[in-house]
């Protein structure tokens, strides 16, 4: 089966330091064990942003300066039959998370997303129902319990995976770029 295709450009939270290191090295793993493609450990603020590349930069400086750190804590692990969310961590939705969903998502020109699930992915693909429940008994040990997410990040997620690059990292808060 074909890997899909994202489209546009995506806001990410995405963890620093440590937890940085250990989330991606355990993605990078799983990938490699699982034959699918890594990626760099985010929690999706808002996807698919079209129009040139300057125009959503220049907005999300804006947006940043808006926005405050956040501390993401972790409420399990979970898995569906969705390529993007095959094996992932539930981020437990706190009143400052989803404000700063439905404020990226109205300086955007959108409606908050009455469907926003925050989860940082540990693996995309397919996975049999028996393995999936094999790795939820298994990587819990391996994972941070929280995270703090201190930048916006930025990237251009047209296409597949290993096509996805960072435009940019500001600072929450700040609105200066990094």
């Known amino acids: 089966m074909e890997e899909p295709r994202a489209k546009g450009v995506s806001l990410w939270l995405m ?8 989330l991606a090295a355990l993605i990078d793993r ?3 064990g699982l034959g699918t493609a890594g990626f760099a450990p985010h929690v999706t603020l808002l996807s698919g942003l079209p129009g040139p590349e300057a125009e959503v930069l220049d907005r999300a400086r804006v947006l940043a300066g808006q926005l405050h750190p956040l501390s993401l804590a972790f409420s399990g692990m ?12 539930r981020v437990a939705t706190s009143p ?3 404000q700063a ?13 009455a469907s926003f699930d925050p989860h940082l992915s540990l ?6 129902a028996a393995r999936k429940d094999d790795l939820k008994r298994e990587l819990p040990p391996l994972t941070p319990t929280s995270i703090e997410a201190r930048r916006l990040h ?5 296409g597949l995976v290993r096509e996805w690059r960072e435009l940019a990292a500001v600072e929450l808060g700040a609105g200066s770029e990094v």
């Open 15 to 22: 963890p620093e330091g440590k937890a940085r290191e250990k």
């Open 30 to 32: 799983l990938a490699a």
């Open 78 to 89: 979970d898995g569906t039959g969705a390529h993007f969310r095959c094996l992932f961590l």
């Open 96 to 98: 400052a998370l989803l």
């Open 101 to 113: 969903h439905a404020r990226a998502a109205r300086y955007f020109g959108r409606e908050p997303e």
């Open 123 to 128: 693996a995309y693909g397919t996975l049999d």
């Open 154 to 158: 930025v990237w251009r997620t047209e």
